[in-house]
C-alpha cells in the first residue's frame, strides 16, 4: 500500500470541517509562501478525523491541510529496464 497526498489550502480564521473517510494521516500546515511551509506550526488532525462531526479551528492566516490516502495497487516494484537484483 502506499499513500498519495492530497493539499487542501484554507484561509483561517475559519472552522473547517474534518471529513476525510479514506484518509490514514491528516496533518495542518502554516504555507509561509509557494512550496513552503512554517514547520514549528505543523499540526496532526488524524485523530479528530477519526471523530464523527471532527472540526478543525484554523487561525488567522494561510494553511493547508495534508490530506494522505491510502492507494491499492502499487505494492509491487515498477520494472526498470536494465534493473537486476
Request: proline share 15%.
Amino acid at each position: 500500500m502506499a499513500l498519495e497526498p492530497h493539499i487542501r489550502p484554507v484561509s483561517g480564521p475559519a472552522s473547517v470541517p474534518i471529513e476525510f473517510p479514506e484518509t490514514l494521516f491528516l496533518i495542518a500546515a502554516r504555507s509561509s509562501g509557494p512550496g513552503r511551509i512554517e514547520t514549528a506550526s505543523l499540526t496532526d488532525l488524524s485523530e479528530r478525523n477519526r471523530r464523527p462531526e471532527g472540526v478543525w479551528n484554523a487561525p488567522p492566516g494561510p494553511w493547508l491541510l495534508l490530506v494522505f490516502q491510502p492507494v491499492r495497487g502499487r505494492e509491487e516494484l515498477p520494472n526498470y529496464p536494465g534493473f537486476r537484483f
